[in-house]
């Protein structure tokens, strides 16, 4: 069975049908975040699982989803617009700071944003590879956002006189390459590392790589408010 059918309108329980499909669609998401981030996984989970554990049925899952893989992208997108607004909540705060505190703060942002509940960052950087060509093509649409956001913020500084004026779309790209992989392999195991020496040492490769220092004793970074 796929495809989706259409939920049942008018008021029930002193709810309007709108009020009913969001509360069922978030119940499909919360079991689907629990199984894909921190049970079987998405390859091992079933329709029949979800409904299990949402406690609701299968009807009402194809009401809102056209299949498995649809949940999954629907998801991946949550757990991104997440790790994205934890980067976009801190940036007017940093405006006005040095590069080298600038730059730290906002990927600390990132890394909490993407990792501050494990079961985001097995969807984000685990489950979500090789599921299909849809999947690949959404997970790449991600990346070059994430690329494009550290574009701008490389001339931002390079106008400012802070690096040097050139063309950074490659550093960022293999930058966010460099996250994808080790968030990766960090979240499968596969490297024995803390939170923080993962988030210093991707940190430390940007910095390196867009030549900023941090400030000299004698001129410390700006305080924020």
């Known amino acids: 069975m796929a495809g989706r059918i259409t939920p049942a309108a008018g008021r029930y329980g002193g709810r309007s049908a709108t009020e009913r499909q969001a509360e069922r669609r978030a ?3 919360r079991a689907g975040l629990d199984l894909f981030g921190a049970g079987p996984g ?5 329709i029949t699982d979800v409904c299990r554990a949402a406690e609701l049925s299968t009807r009402q899952f194809y009401e809102e989803f056209h299949s498995l893989e649809d949940l999954l992208a629907e998801l991946h997108l949550y757990v991104n617009d997440a790790a994205e607004r ?18 730290t703060r906002l990927f600390r942002a ?18 979500i ?19 494009d956001f550290l574009c701008a913020q490389a001339q931002d500084a390079a106008d400012r006189g802070h690096i040097p004026q050139r ?7 293999a930058f966010i390459g460099a996250v994808n992989g080790l968030m990766h392999d960090w979240a499968v195991g596969w490297v024995d590392a803390s939170l923080d020496q993962i988030t210093d040492e991707l940190l430390q490769m940007l910095l390196d790589r867009l030549h900023i220092t941090p400030p000299s004793p004698e001129h410390p970074p700006a305080r924020t408010q």
Do not use: K
């Not at 909540?89 to 040095?98: K, T």
């Not at 590879?129 to 690329?147: E, H, K, M, T, Y």
């Open 27 to 29: 119940r499909f998401m």
């Open 42 to 46: 998405y390859r091992a989970t079933r």
């Open 86 to 103: 934890s980067v976009l909540d801190v940036l007017p705060q940093v405006q006005h700071l040095e590069p080298h505190e600038r730059y």
């Open 110 to 127: 990132y890394a909490a944003g993407a990792t501050g509940d494990p079961r985001h960052t097995r969807i984000a950087f685990v489950e």
């Open 129 to 147: 590879i090789g599921v299909s060509p849809r999947l690949d093509r959404q997970r790449l649409d991600r990346r070059a956002r994430w690329i």
């Open 167 to 173: 063309d950074y779309r490659v550093t960022a790209a």
